[in-house]
């Protein structure tokens, strides 16, 4: 069983891969561990590993520089674990100039529960640490596209088309399994493009090793709290 794990508005998204394709949607992260206690590998798009004060993570530099120019831009730099401590974002964001030098971005800011959950999960259950590794769906996409940019974004109705179309060609039924899914979570503010990031990345799980078993690393390869630092595709 493999598992990719997107963060939307209300939860996460989880695509399952074992012999048949399942999207679900879950509260939280535990949920998601609770649920499927025999997955071999989870892939998910947050960031793993934090800086703090005796640590600095450099990771998101080095996989802008695998993305091509309009990608860069959704790759974000996570706020620090002690600026995660706060739940105000003018606390945050001052606790991080002072920590890592630079402020934290709205968007980062937005995601600061989800990053937080996982940190949380990751400190306290030593042994999902092997199983659950940070990726980029954006980079995931280019690689199964042959290496080739995707030329639209994801939220157009031509970039959903083009990840459709890539997403096809290992899945043959996948308009009928998001037209299905879109369905059955209509309500729940979850969007189709969380969808194909999900599926992408459970995808990107089972596949890992024949692909060439590929990952992205840092000099120091692990934080302040030991969590490895490093991103699958």
């Not at 960031?47 to 450099?58: A, E, N, V, W």
């Not at 024949?210 to 699958?232: A, F, M, W």
């Amino acid at each position: 069983m493999f598992l990719g794990v997107d963060g939307y508005i209300n939860g996460w998204c989880c695509c399952i891969i074992n012999e048949n394709i399942t999207i679900q949607l879950h509260n939280s992260l535990n949920s998601i561990t609770k649920s499927h206690t025999s997955a071999k590998c989870i892939f998910i798009d947050m960031p793993i590993g934090l800086s703090s004060q005796k640590f600095s993570r450099k990771i998101d530099q080095e996989i802008r520089k695998l993305l091509p120019k309009n990608k860069k831009g959704s790759v974000f730099t996570p706020p620090c674990r002690e600026a995660l401590s706060k739940n105000n974002y003018k606390k945050a964001n001052s606790i991080n100039k002072d920590i890592t030098g630079k402020g934290i971005s709205i968007q980062s800011w937005n995601l600061h529960k989800k990053i937080n959950e996982l940190d949380n999960l990751l400190i306290n259950d030593l042994s999902s640490r092997s199983i659950i590794h940070e990726s980029h769906p954006e980079l995931c996409f280019l690689k199964f596209n042959n290496s080739n940019p995707l030329e639209y974004n994801k939220k157009t109705k031509e970039g959903i088309k083009q990840r459709i179309e890539i997403i096809g060609k290992e899945i043959k039924n996948i308009a009928e399994i998001l037209n299905n899914s879109m369905d059955k979570f209509r309500g729940s503010k979850v969007k189709i493009d969380d969808l194909l990031d999900a599926i992408i990345l459970a995808i990107s799980a089972k596949k890992w090793k024949d692909n060439g078993s590929r990952v992205l690393t840092q000099l120091n390869t692990s934080d302040e709290k030991n969590i490895p630092i490093s991103i699958y595709y």
